[in-house]
DNA sequence: CAGGATCCTCTATGATACTG
DNA sequence: CAGTATCATAGAGGATCCTG
């Protein structure tokens, strides 16, 4: 066993080979959670419908997340040679897998995301007291 | 009712201040998980043992990743001002729920890295066939 | 419609030097 | 020791134009 990032009880994801490292690196993009999330949501859809419900995202970052999860099997992209062309995304079985999984992290957020706020305004106040003198 | 994200089925982070979209962006800083799984790890930890263990983090990056998880209260700051100064931080109650939540990414990644690794090899050996002629 | 290719601009981050 | 402040740079990402 050794040091190996591997063994179920030593995750530190110091070593970029741990997959829960490469794992943060997937889902820290922000635009990756966006489109499992928006997918996950409507289910199958286009790519149009996915570039007007995720606003703000170009279709440059669109595109290349796009491919960057078909790539890790997270969905599958259908290309229908119509007059138009359409092209369909879909979450597989295992961007299902990771959608709940991001629920997990969901489940956090309600259940702490207030203590948080409430510590950052504590944090906020003690550096600005609000005697302090603005620039 | 409505749309809100703070709805327990209706989670997608478009909404920027969907306290899951919030998460992600804690989280998906490169250097908070290292952070967060150090003190998992550790415990309670000097400012240079941490900048020790986490090889390859800046001066800056470091103290800035530790002001930020310090406002949001997910670790404590402790000077001691000894003839060296002396800093300790250590996770708080808060902080060890979120490491239990990243161990949840962490089984994810153990449990289905692989699958990943599979799609990457067959998606890239699709596009670049063996008979591909190098630039 | 669904992208590919470019250019250009910030921002995040690293390196360095200084301090209580 | 544990930072703060400043400068420099790479790379992410946006805007734009073009095409099957």
Chains 1, 2 share one sequence.
Request: hydrophobic share 35%; glycine share 6%; proline share 5%.
């Amino acid at each position: 066993m050794s040091t190996t990032t591997t063994d179920t009880n030593t995750f530190d994801a110091f070593d970029a080979s741990c997959p829960s490292r490469r794992l943060l690196d997937t889902i820290g993009d922000k635009w990756v959670s966006l489109v499992i999330a928006a997918l996950g949501t409507h289910g199958r859809m286009r790519y149009t419908e996915l570039s007007t419900k995720i606003s703000g995202v170009s279709q440059k970052m669109l595109t290349q997340t796009l491919r960057k999860l078909e790539r890790d099997g997270l969905l599958s992209r259908t290309v229908t040679p119509s007059v138009p062309i359409r092209t369909d995304y879909e979450l597989t079985p295992l961007g299902h897998s990771l959608l709940e999984t991001i629920c997990h992290l969901k489940a956090w957020a309600e259940a702490h995301m207030r203590d948080v706020d409430t510590a950052r305004e504590t944090y906020d106040q003690q550096r600005n007291p609000p005697g302090a003198v603005p620039l």
